[in-house]
């Protein structure tokens, strides 16, 4: 059975989608059957997996994404001319990896989702419930989240039984580990029959001033943070590189992107073999 495992900051661009794009591609590369679930209206991880072409070319044939399995049902179209009840399997988009034998899905995003909120009442375990259907198929499902709070949140909760938070170091990066820590305990009570946990902190230089003093401060803060709550900040820092915007272009595990650095490829080897040791994976 597959183990799930959410991306979450309540801030954006701290590398939630960069990292869950790699970490997809990386497991994907070690025959670890993968799913990946963009969960963020913005979709920003269905583009970099598929690339904008065949992201837009998607939308354009009026395919299912993420939106249909909180609504429970497929729109009529050209192939059903009624509604019809939805099957995750549908909404599946398959091999979308790197490699001709990559066995990597996708189940895509589109900005129509931020409608789920608008009026989220009884949708918050439906994505939990699709996939207890599907889930023995696969070892991993990551999930990249949006960065506030939502119905999504929660939906993301009752799928997972693992938290990743990548930090990006710069001031205020303590802020959000609070609300993230409040939000998770509050599931906790209210939902004791779920095991969750926060696998780790995963500090992600994604701009370059992260390596000055003000990023040295924030990430002594965070740490003390964690300690406090007994989370893991992982050894690996994901440092800035200008490789990570183009492995997204170019649609590309970042080993694979044109030009990148050895320091680069090996210092996110790291990262990875931290993460899966820490929700207990093991690299085939
Ligand atoms: N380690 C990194 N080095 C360089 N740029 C990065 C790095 N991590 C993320 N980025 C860039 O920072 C921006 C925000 O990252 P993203 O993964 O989209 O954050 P989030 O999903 O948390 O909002 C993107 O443009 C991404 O390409
Ligand atoms: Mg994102």
Not at 38 to 55: C, G, I, R, V
Not at 82 to 102: L, N
Not at 222 to 227: G, L, N, P, R
Request: aromatic share 10%; glycine share 4%; with cysteine.
């Amino acid at each position: 059975m597959a183990t799930t495992v959410s991306f979450i900051n309540m801030k954006g661009g701290v590398g939630k989608t960069t990292l869950a794009a790699q970490v997809a591609h990386s497991a994907d590369k070690s025959d670890i059957k993968t799913l990946a679930i963009d969960l963020d209206p913005q979709a920003n991880l269905s583009q970099s997996l598929m690339t904008p072409e065949k992201y837009v070319r998607h939308l354009r044939e009026k395919k299912p994404t993420i939106v249909q399995v909180f609504d429970r049902y497929l729109p009529p179209s050209a192939e059903y001319e009624s509604p019809k009840k939805i099957d995750i399997r549908d909404v599946i988009i398959k091999k979308v990896g790197y490699w001709p034998s990559s066995t990597l899905d996708l189940i895509p995003s589109r900005l129509e989702l931020s409608h789920s909120l608008k009026n989220p009442t009884g949708k918050e375990r439906r994505l939990a419930k699709a996939l207890s259907t599907i889930s023995d198929n696969y070892d991993l499902i990551i999930i990249d989240c949006a960065p506030t709070e939502s119905i999504l949140t929660e939906a993301a909760y009752f799928s997972s039984r693992y938290v990743l938070v990548p930090v990006k170091p710069e001031f205020m990066a303590t802020i959000g580990l609070p609300l993230l820590a409040r939000s998770l305990e509050e599931f906790k009570i209210e939902n004791d029959d779920h095991t969750i946990d926060i696998c780790g902190i995963v500090f992600n230089h994604s701009s370059s001033y992260s390596d000055g003093p003000e990023g040295r401060q924030a990430i002594k803060e965070v740490t003390q943070e964690a300690k406090k709550r007994g989370w893991r900040a992982f050894d690996t820092h994901v440092h800035y590189s200008a490789s990570y915007p183009k492995s997204a272009r170019e649609g590309a595990p970042i080993n694979y992107t044109s030009y990148v650095r050895y320091e680069v490829t090996a210092e996110f080897d790291r990262f990875k073999g931290e993460f899966f040791g820490a929700i207990g994976l093991k690299e085939k």
